[in-house]
């Protein structure tokens, strides 16, 4: 293995020989600045741009309106099993959630988590220019809930939300990355969807067919 | 490996004319949503930006993967190196049997598509799937992907339906939602059963150690949590300086590709959690060789976007097979020539007309044509074309201008052959190409240098 190592190295290094005098320094970081955008403005934004991703936001105010919120759109999508990833904001939000079968997904294996009809996972940031949610996703249970169920809900805080991918949107994922924290932080932007058929688009490929996505203003 | 152009796979795609402008129309239909998705941002400074970083990577290639290889241990992973494509091989095969594992569920890789990884796993008797609809449908088939990003580009809904109908036993339908259902129903077993999953690499970050996986169907995130063993398979390019670079090929690699304003899933792998193996096998495969020569080594920034076939006048109407190799288009015709030798593929670069439509395009500002002509000279040196038609008609011009009586006796016989060639009507072999559509102009009665002297 080392042998290997070395022989790919050294033919690395043997074809940059003309390079002896290559700069050490990279170039400067490309950063996409916040916005002096207001976080309702931000909301409206992200609202349209997941819409026009076949995903759904709504904006609420409080946890109790975020549960009822989402207990009315799981409702109209017909779920009656929730499986809820490991996190406070989305533990919080499952609590209220009554009339629905709730687990949290790291007691299931991944046959139950399949049979669920929903996961429910918290964002920790949220893009607006893109519709899109950052989750962080630890261990392989809750690495599977944007995948295996049907249905995709997804909670943050209005003060999660940012312009676009700028470095304090991008904190979350590498402050994990600092931390040694494993599994994957994963950017969301809509349902799982797939266009290698004519181009044609449909949703729900391999993952959900709907995502929405509930912005508490006052977590 | 043969990856000459492929003049059947041509003459197939010339034999239905009705599929040239459904494949043109499709790529042009991506081209028109790239152009608008890229309009809303800072386009240019964006694709400059990410032409800088892919420089300094490349120049910087082994202290880079030298850090990544070390940062990707420290979160629990393990590196393999591949000097050639066979160890490559070797490595995934040793995984699968280390881990004892019968079959394989894969995320989508160009890598994997020229190591073959499919052929010799199931010459191993280990039951390999491809998960990504369009590498699920040119597998079925038992095709090649035809185009980097939309594998199955090739084919209608209708050839899908009839495929379908064939491998799954399912009724024939054309509707891409349920046949997207079938291929769906059928794969969730597969991942469930599956004690590998590979993926290929977007981007490895140097900094970090962690990985950047990009797609939108889910199938890639499926492929690296549901099996107990992730296998990254990347070439030694994929390799960027810092998690700080990531949100800027986020930006440009989704708007290129797709149109898209950014992919449905950007994963960032942070390391094996518990109960997970994950390994990385990091390949060279010849790899080295484009990075030896300065005028080539460009092409080691590209990021597999596709923009550059979608835009390409040959691809569009020749299509992706017509390349021979698993790299189609432009990229494929600078790549391919270098990773399987010159000898094997030096007619890549002549496949291409040199609009430079690839190079506009191009989301890290990679310079297409000025690799193609280079390569064009390296394949003339190389012996390529020395015994074409091109070069005997250049060598018998070379003759015939090699002073006036030579010169006056040509455009003699010229004239006097084309007389009679319109008598004739039609010629025989490559020559029929020409005269089976078109006739041949009426040649003039004598030089002008016989009419200047008559009427002067």
Redesign the interface.
């Known amino acids: ?1 080392n042998d ?2 070395s ?3 050294a ?6 020989i ?2 002896s005098g ?3 320094a ?2 400067p ?4 600045g916040e916005t002096d955008e207001s976080k309702a403005s931000l909301a409206q934004k992200f609202a349209t ?1 997941l819409q026009a ?1 076949a995903g759904s936001a709504m904006i609420v105010r409080d946890r109790a309106e975020c549960a009822a919120s989402m207990a009315s759109y799981l409702l109209g999508r017909g779920v009656r099993s929730v499986a809820v990833q490991s996190s406070p904001l989305a533990q919080g939000i499952a609590l209220q959630l009554d009339g629905f079968d709730v687990s949290s997904a790291v007691k299931l294996d ?2 139950e988590l ?1 049979r669920r009809d929903c996961a429910l996972l918290e964002a920790r940031s949220l ?1 607006a ?2 519709g ?1 949610a950052t989750v962080i996703l ?3 249970q809750d ?2 809930l ?3 169920p049907r249905t995709c809900a997804i909670v943050a805080e209005l003060g999660s939300l940012h312009a ?4 304090q949107a ?1 904190a979350c ?2 402050d ?3 931390s ?21 688009l ?1 949703l ?5 067919q709907a995502l929405a996505v509930f912005i508490v203003e006052q977590p | 490996m043969t990856t000459s152009f492929n003049r059947k796979e041509v003459a197939r795609a010339f034999a239905h004319p009705a599929a040239a402008p459904v494949l043109a129309t499709t790529l042009e239909r991506s081209v028109e949503s790239a152009h608008r998705a890229r309009a809303e941002i800072e386009w240019e400074s964006l694709r400059s930006a990410a032409h800088d970083v892919k420089a300094y990577a490349i120049e910087n290639l082994d202290r880079l993967l030298t850090r990544f290889e070390a940062q990707f241990t420290q979160r629990g992973g393990i590196v393999l190196w591949a000097p050639t494509a066979d160890d490559a091989v070797a490595h995934f095969l040793d995984i699968c049997r280390r881990h004892g594992a019968t079959s394989v569920v894969k995320g989508k890789s160009m890598v994997s598509e020229e190591l073959g990884i499919n052929e010799h796993l199931s010459r191993a008797g280990i039951d390999a799937v491809e998960t990504d609809l369009g590498e699920y449908i040119v597998q079925l088939a038992d095709q090649r992907p035809s185009h980097i990003v939309g594998p199955a580009l090739h084919l209608s809904r209708h050839d899908v339906g009839k495929l379908f109908a064939a491998k799954l036993g399912i009724e024939y339908t054309d509707d891409p939602e349920a046949l997207m259902s079938a291929a769906r129903t059928r794969l969730r077993a597969r991942y469930m059963q599956a004690q590998v999953g590979m993926t290929g690499v977007n981007f490895a970050v140097a900094e970090t150690g962690t990985t950047v996986v990009i797609e939108n169907e889910g199938n890639g995130g499926l492929s690296s949590a549901v099996p107990p063993v992730h296998v990254f398979l990347m070439g030694v390019e994929k390799v960027i300086p810092r998690l700080a670079d990531v949100p800027l090929f986020v930006r440009i690699l989704a708007r290129a590709a797709t149109g898209q304003k950014i992919s449905t899933y950007t994963h960032h792998f942070l390391g094996a959690e518990e109960g997970k193996t994950v390994y990385c096998i990091i390949v060279d495969a010849n790899r080295t060789k484009l990075l030896a020569d300065p005028k080539t080594r460009q092409s080691l920034y590209c990021i597999r976007c596709g923009a550059c076939l979608n835009v390409c006048p040959i691809y569009r109407r020749a299509g992706g097979f017509a390349y021979g190799g698993t790299y189609a288009g432009p990229i494929g015709a600078v790549i391919t020539p270098q990773l399987t030798g010159i000898e094997q593929a030096g007619e890549l670069p002549f496949v291409s007309t040199l609009c430079g439509a690839c190079q506009d395009e191009c989301p890290v500002k990679i310079d297409l044509p000025h690799q193609l002509v280079y390569l064009r000279h390296r394949a003339v040196e190389h012996g390529y074309g020395r015994a074409s038609m091109t070069s005997r008609g250049i060598a018998a011009w070379a003759r015939a201008m090699r002073d006036l009586p030579s010169y006056r006796r040509s455009v003699r016989w010229l004239r006097r052959s084309a007389a009679l060639g319109r008598r004739i009507g039609w010629y025989p072999g490559v020559l029929g190409a020409w005269t089976k559509a078109r006739t041949l102009p009426e040649p003039p009665k004598e030089s002008f240098k016989e009419w200047w002297e008559r009427a002067r």
């Not at chain 1, 033919?11 to 940059?16: G, M």
């Not at chain 1, 676009?164 to 470095?167: G, I, S, Y």
């Not at chain 1, 040694?180 to 044609?200: C, F, M, N, Q, Y």
């Open positions: 293995m290997a190592r022989r790919v190295l033919a690395v290094r043997e074809a940059l003309d390079l290559r700069t050490s990279p170039p970081v490309t950063t996409f741009e991703v991944r046959h399949e893009l220019d893109t899109s630890n261990n392989t690495r599977l944007p995948y295996l676009t991918l700028t470095p991008l994922i590498s994990s990355a600092a040694g924290a494993r599994g994957e932080a994963l950017i969301v932007t809509g349902p799982s969807r797939t266009a290698d058929i004519e181009k044609v449909v729900g490929a391999h993952g959900p």
